[in-house]
């Protein structure tokens, strides 16, 4: 059994659209790495329309785009995030390591409450 651990998820929803999230956060990475968005999706193995949808979702919802695409041609087109893709990124991780943190002292004593492999409980059940 792998060993337990917490996992902290945060979705900023816009309406019923998700604003970002960990998979549009992990996407906007691999657009500032790879240069493209074909290039993210295949690194993330998703579909280039998926990719695409994800971007357009996270470009409709904030106030200003945060991917900027410039068309292909000759050499391919290429995308890169913009100031305000870079600040969202960067604030959606460090809300991510704040609520890590905050929740890993009351995260332990669950985590200390949970089966062993066996089954048979580390303490009491509640």
């Known amino acids: 059994?792998?060993?337990p651990r917490l996992v902290i998820t945060l979705r900023l929803?816009?309406?019923?659209?998700?604003?970002?999230?960990p998979?549009?956060?992990?996407?906007?990475?691999?657009?500032?790495?790879?240069?493209s968005?074909?290039?993210?999706a295949r690194s993330m193995g998703l579909s280039y329309r998926r990719a695409w949808l994800?971007?357009?979702?996270?470009?409709?919802?904030f106030a200003?785009?945060?991917?900027?695409?410039?068309?292909?041609g000759g050499g391919g087109g290429g995308a890169l995030l913009s100031e305000e893709g870079q600040r969202v990124l960067s604030v959606y991780?460090?809300?991510?390591t704040a609520?890590?943190?905050?929740?890993?002292?009351h995260a332990e004593v669950l985590l200390g409450r949970l089966c062993q492999p066996s089954g048979a409980a580390l303490s009491e059940k509640g």
């Open 1 to 3: 059994m792998p060993t």
């Open 13 to 21: 929803l816009a309406g019923d659209v998700i604003a970002i999230g």
């Open 23 to 35: 998979g549009k956060a992990d996407l906007l990475a691999a657009i500032a790495t790879a240069g």
């Open 37 to 40: 968005i074909a290039a993210a």
């Open 54 to 61: 994800m971007v357009e979702a996270m470009n409709t919802a």
């Open 64 to 72: 200003a785009p945060l991917v900027v695409a410039s068309k292909g």
């Open 93 to 96: 991780r460090a809300m991510v």
């Open 99 to 105: 609520a890590e943190r905050a929740s890993a002292p």
